[in-house]
Nanobody, 117 residues
Framework: QVQLVESGGGLVQPGGSLRLSCAAS????????MSWYRQAPGKQRELVAV???????NYADSVKGRFTISRDNAKNTVYLQMNSLTPEDTAVYYC???????????WGQGTQVTVSS
């Protein structure tokens, strides 16, 4: 079974930056489409960014131009660089892996991001 471990969350002031990491183990990383989701209290989980392959990337409109997703297949890791953070970005951020052929999905446990003065 694929295991995903997120890290890099924390407390940051508005306008600040954070870099999230998601390390995968237990499989061949390059076969998986990788995504970042987030969920704030009382709200539905929403897609933030997806990286199907290196260079094949899409973002939610709310984060476009501020967030950058990237992946390093050699390190089995996907990243989310978050700049110009606002309180509306406060949420638990989850990493998701989806097998490109079977479409089976795995989720990490999440990492808390809090943007507050």
């Amino acid at each position: 079974q694929v295991q995903l471990v997120e890290s890099g969350g924390g407390l940051v002031q508005p306008g600040g930056s954070l870099r999230l990491s998601c390390a995968a183990s237990g499989t061949i990383f390059s076969f998986y489409h990788m995504s970042w989701y987030r969920q704030a209290p009382g709200k539905q989980r929403e897609l933030v960014a997806v990286c199907l392959t290196v260079g094949n990337i899409n973002y939610a409109d709310s984060v476009k131009g501020r967030f950058t997703i990237s992946r390093d297949n050699a390190k089995n890791t996907v990243y989310l660089q978050m700049n110009s953070l606002t309180p509306e970005d406060t949420a638990v951020y989850y990493c998701k892996a989806r097998h490109s052929i079977t479409q089976y999905e795995y989720w990490g446990q999440g990492t808390q991001v809090t943007v507050s003065s």
